[in-house]
């Protein structure tokens, strides 16, 4: 039976009132790494640190909330109470000692219950633990290249370009070439430009570095799930911004050995010595 307009419009809006009341991580998206119609919610978190920038995302939600709520009902107490009919004869005061240092204080605490979770975030996106994996990317106007260093033992050693498929979905989110890494591996990027600043963003990831042209900026990952995560170029960098891009495939230390394999047979052919050059 098809569905009245009616019916369709307060199913949406329960599922929006779902995604509101449910944390990100449990709400499980229809697919795992990419938005979907009427997503109300983040997308789905598969890295520690995304997972704590979800529930930092929340507790400022709700604390944002609370102050908003406590400064609305101090406005409808003065408009009651203070009001030229209840209140004819106005007080002069222009000092509260009290007040004051409670005005004072109590921001301070509010900031201080920001910054805590705020910098221990911080501390894992800037630490800089032994990587499993080093990926270079290189972000060009405009698509992406990926280079897999010989550190990577005999199997590294290829660059490859990462345009945007337009007959592949979800649209204009799919790539021709993916990024590809390991499961549960700490995965590093080193993320640059050879032209002018793009940014390599992944939102299930937690993460957003900028590649800037003659810097060579370093992020670090490990999802815990295998799936394919997209991203897009995250800094307006011309004509085609929209259409650079990102995808990683999460597979199995398995798969990952067998696509390596491959990859380099793959992309051996290319020749990548300028593309390489104008990134160093
Ligand atoms: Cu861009």
Known sequence: MRKTQAQHWSLRGAAALGALLVP????LAAGIG????????RQVAVTAEAHDLHVFENWLHWLAFGISLFVLALIVYVIFKFNEKANPTPSRT???????????????????????????????????????????????????????PTSEGDKGGFTFDANVDED??????????????????IVKVQVTSGDVIHSWAIPSFGGKIDAIPGRLNQWWFKADREGTYHGQCSELCGARHAYMPITVRVVSEQAYAEWLTEAKTKFAAIDNGSRLADAR
Do not use: C
């Open 94 to 148: 222009t000092h509260n000692t009290m007040i004051e240092v409670a005005w004072t204080i109590i921001p301070v605490l509010i900031l201080v219950a920001v910054a805590i979770p705020s910098f221990r975030t911080l501390r894992t996106q800037l630490s800089d633990p032994k990587a499993d994996v080093l990926v270079k990317v290189i972000g060009h106007a405009w698509y992406w290249s990926y280079e897999y």
């Open 34 to 41: 990419q938005p979907e119609p009427w997503q109300m919610d």
């Open 24 to 27: 990100s991580s449990i709400a």
């Open 168 to 185: 592949k979905q979800p649209k204009l989110l799919a790539t021709d070439n993916d990024m590809v890494v390991p499961v549960g591996k």
